[in-house]
């Protein structure tokens, strides 16, 4: 009798060992885990041509963050999302109010809001390729 307790007492230790190493892992997982950025979509692949009415870039020490450009074609203003800040630099990007450029955008929804992810930004002679041909971020 004593060794059947033995046994079911080391069981009952082993499975709430268990239990609570699940609930530990499950809470992490939730702190952790950040919302994905949106995905590009080839199927809503649009051509924008306008004229650049402001760049937004990130703050001083955010160059991880994305920089926009708020772009007018024809009677619309859109906000149109490029690349981190860092990327921006290396490629030797160089936006001003004013500039008029042809994009390549997807439509995307990330929640509730509805975005445009640049591919590619022509400007002049210059073309700067953000996305690769499926849309994947050439940065990474």
Not at 21 to 38: D, E, G, I, R
Not at 42 to 49: D, G, S, V, Y
Not at 109 to 132: C, I, M, P, S, Y
Request: some cysteine; proline content about 5%.
């Amino acid at each position: 009798m004593f060794v059947s307790s033995v046994f079911r007492s080391r069981k009952i230790s082993v499975l709430a060992a268990f239990l609570t190493l699940l609930l530990v892992a499950s809470l992490v997982a939730q702190k952790t885990s950040k919302p994905s950025p949106p995905k590009y979509d080839l199927h809503t692949e649009a051509k924008i041509k306008g004229t650049i009415e402001e760049v937004k870039l990130p703050p001083k020490g955010s160059e991880k963050e994305i920089v926009h450009l708020l772009v007018k074609s024809g009677t619309d203003s859109v906000d149109v999302y490029l690349c981190p800040k860092s990327f921006f630099d290396d490629m030797g990007m160089d936006f001003s109010k004013g500039d008029e450029i042809t994009l390549t955008v997807s439509k995307v929804k990330q929640g509730e809001a509805e975005l445009l992810l640049a591919r590619e930004v022509v400007k002049g002679n210059n073309t700067f390729v953000l996305r690769d041909a499926k849309g994947d971020p050439v940065w990474n």
